[in-house]
């Protein structure tokens, strides 16, 4: 993948992929295929700093979820993060914001930084820092939207809302913004670390971690979850439909 619209066209194929196979996969495809068409028209309307350097961003960083994808599906190794992400939505126990915070999780956590130094390459980190900021709201303001109007996808939710209120529940309060801070320290450590394999595998290691706060987020909270899944009945692909409509409608 060169270009943007190669990113686009085989984001369109394994959300078609997943459909088929009705694969909660598909949840994150569809949400970061909605971001990657987002960030496109971003560039033709000349939002970001340096347009050509983000379409090359986002291509770097949509082959890191494309490469994963593509790992898990032929049995390939691939970064902790992401498998806890694949391994999840094999579950019906979960529920659609559950996979998709992990796909976050592991996208912006673990990817982006990676992604951002090498789009600079031997050029400066700081160079590129603003646009780094504006991918991650793009995200953000995608993510807020479907989960303002996630009722018409998890008629339930409110009760994880309700009942998570005030507390330290990672599931409920992930947080972009926190995570872009995060995922910008790394980049900076990652830029330059002498070892960047080793940095990568630690850095894994702890975002695997949150991956695993999510997918088991205690027992009082997936009583919860337990029960919100019951409301989310349609079948993946129908699910899919709903969801794309929502994140459509959050940059409309």
């Given at each position: 993948m060169k270009t943007i619209d190669d990113v686009i066209a085989r984001m369109d194929e394994i959300v078609a992929e997943c459909a088929a196979k009705e694969s909660r996969l598909g949840y994150f495809a569809i949400l970061?295929?909605?971001?990657?068409?987002?960030?496109?028209?971003?560039?033709?309307?000349?939002?970001?700093?340096?347009?050509?350097?983000?379409?090359?961003?986002?291509v770097i960083f949509a082959k890191r979820f494309i490469d994963a994808y593509e790992a898990y599906q032929n049995g390939k190794s691939l970064t902790d993060c992401w498998k806890i992400s694949f391994d999840a939505a094999k579950n019906s126990k979960h529920i659609v914001l559950q996979h998709l915070l992990l796909g976050i999780n592991a996208h912006i956590n673990l990817?982006?930084?990676?992604?951002?130094?090498?789009?600079?390459?031997?050029?400066?980190?700081?160079?590129?820092?603003?646009?780094?900021?504006?991918?991650?709201?793009?995200?953000?303001?995608?993510v807020d939207g479907v989960k303002n109007n996630i009722g018409?996808?998890?008629?339930?939710?409110?009760?994880?809302?309700?009942?998570?209120?005030?507390?330290?529940?990672?599931?409920?309060?992930?947080?972009?913004?926190?995570?872009?801070?995060?995922?910008?320290?790394?980049?900076?450590?990652?830029?330059?670390?002498?070892?960047?394999?080793?940095?990568?595998?630690?850095?894994?290691?702890?975002?695997?971690?949150?991956?695993?706060?999510?997918?088991?987020?205690?027992t009082r909270l997936s009583r919860i979850i337990a029960i919100i899944s019951l409301s989310e009945w349609r079948s993946v692909s129908k699910t899919m439909n709903r969801l794309d409509q929502v994140a459509q409608n959050a940059v409309s």
């Amino acid at each position: 993948m060169k270009t943007i619209d190669d990113v686009i066209a085989r984001m369109d194929e394994i959300v078609a992929e997943c459909a088929a196979k009705e694969s909660r996969l598909g949840y994150f495809a569809i949400l970061y295929r909605q971001v990657t068409i987002r960030v496109k028209e971003g560039i033709l309307k000349g939002e970001f700093e340096d347009n050509p350097r983000m379409e090359k961003l986002d291509v770097i960083f949509a082959k890191r979820f494309i490469d994963a994808y593509e790992a898990y599906q032929n049995g390939k190794s691939l970064t902790d993060c992401w498998k806890i992400s694949f391994d999840a939505a094999k579950n019906s126990k979960h529920i659609v914001l559950q996979h998709l915070l992990l796909g976050i999780n592991a996208h912006i956590n673990l990817d982006l930084g990676i992604a951002a130094v090498e789009t600079v390459g031997e050029k400066d980190l700081i160079s590129i820092q603003n646009d780094f900021v504006i991918i991650n709201n793009v995200l953000s303001e995608l993510v807020d939207g479907v989960k303002n109007n996630i009722g018409a996808i998890s008629p339930l939710f409110k009760l994880l809302i309700r009942f998570a209120k005030g507390r330290d529940e990672i599931l409920v309060n992930f947080s972009i913004k926190l995570a872009r801070e995060g995922a910008w320290r790394f980049a900076n450590e990652y830029f330059s670390h002498q070892d960047r394999h080793s940095c990568i595998a630690l850095r894994d290691q702890v975002i695997a971690g949150l991956a695993e706060g999510m997918v088991n987020p205690g027992t009082r909270l997936s009583r919860i979850i337990a029960i919100i899944s019951l409301s989310e009945w349609r079948s993946v692909s129908k699910t899919m439909n709903r969801l794309d409509q929502v994140a459509q409608n959050a940059v409309s």
